[in-house]
T-cell receptor, first 114, second 114 residues
Framework: KAGVTQTPRYLIKTRGQQVTLSCSPISGHRSVSWYQQTPGQGLQFLFEYFSETQRNKGNFPGRFSGRQFSNSRSEMNVSTLELGDSALYLC?????????????FGPGTRLLVL | AQSVTQLGSHVSVSEGALVLLRCNYSSSVPPYLFWYVQYPNQGLQLLLKYTSAATLVKGINGFEAEFKKSETSFHLTKPSAHMSDAAEYFCAVKRTDSWGKLQFGAGTQVVVTP
């Protein structure tokens, strides 16, 4: 079974631009979570989608948004990019997002904001 | 509020020696606990997880962890370190009501010396 895939793997943007990242979960998984990883703040939860609905949200500004499609694929969007948005963005999927379920991570999208 | 503390941001261990990575959580109710490993330029891979079935949990690559409720700890161990164990290790918790949200510790970078 194919793992979680994320595209693109690397991205360079300038301040003020917007960016869209894509995540395809493992087949059959309906829950998709997004995380931001930076050297200073570590791994932080952005949001989780299940059945096309945002079910949980972390403490990030409204510039960070996401959505999920009927095939469970998910996208996240960051508008008006800031230098501090430079990070590795990780997507993870699980069957239904239950507390005991394992989340399987993709390789991440590394975003550099100049 | 729930938090995860990993003691030691960097650990150096000799090849063949014991690997011990410490993780403490704060929660009035034992959560679900996970250990993940991250190799350079990769996503996170699950090593093992505690879901209340057994206090001693065995994972992949010879790792194991013991859940100690009285100490609110979930330390990760491996009897004999291998060069391939050099990576960053993350302890994470999930509450029963936190759909799809993993809360991570700051991580411990493991260096294995010959």
């Amino acid at each position: 079974k194919a793992g979680v895939t994320q595209t693109p793997r690397y991205l360079i943007k300038t301040r003020g631009q917007q960016v869209t990242l894509s995540c395809s979960p493992i087949s059959g998984h309906r829950s998709v979570s997004w995380y931001q990883q930076t050297p200073g703040q570590g791994l932080q939860f952005l949001f989780e989608y299940f059945s096309e609905t945002q079910r949980n949200k972390g403490n990030f500004p409204g510039r960070f948004s996401g959505r999920q499609f009927s095939n469970s694929r998910s996208e996240m969007n960051v508008s008006t990019l800031e230098l501090g948005d430079s990070a590795l963005y990780l997507c993870a999927s699980s069957l239904e997002g239950g507390a005991e379920e394992t989340q399987y991570f993709g390789p991440g999208t590394r975003l550099l904001v100049l | 509020a729930q938090s995860v503390t990993q003691l030691g941001s960097h650990v150096s261990v000799s090849e063949g020696a014991l690997v011990l990575l410490r993780c403490n959580y704060s929660s009035s109710v034992p959560p679900y606990l996970f250990w993940y490993v991250q190799y350079p330029n990769q996503g996170l891979q699950l090593l093992l997880k505690y879901t209340s079935a057994a206090t001693l949990v065995k994972g992949i690559n010879g790792f194991e962890a013991e859940f100690k409720k009285s100490e609110t700890s979930f330390h990760l161990t491996k009897p004999s370190a291998h060069m391939s164990d050099a990576a960053e290790y993350f302890c994470a918790v999930k509450r029963t009501d936190s759909w799809g949200k993993l809360q991570f510790g700051a991580g411990t970078q493991v260096v294995v010396t010959p």
